[in-house]
């Protein structure tokens, strides 16, 4: 039995694509083509929410 290798994603997708959720009001689901399934994005968005947060503190 075979391992199946997780894709990576670079850090200018992730970021992309959880700014398109964060500030143009894509779904998780939607913005999925640019990688990632929807737990994934949910986790980028937290990501990315929660350093917006540590620069305006």
């Known amino acids: ?3 199946l ?7 200018a997708i992730k970021l992309e694509t959880a700014q398109l959720v964060e500030d143009q009001g894509y779904t998780r689901r939607s ?9 994934t994005v949910s986790i980028w968005v937290t990501q990315l929410k929660l350093e917006r947060n540590i620069v305006f503190l």
């Open 1 to 3: 039995m075979t391992k």
């Open 5 to 11: 290798k997780r894709e990576t994603y670079s850090t």
């Open 31 to 39: 913005s999925q083509s640019g990688g990632g399934g929807k737990s």
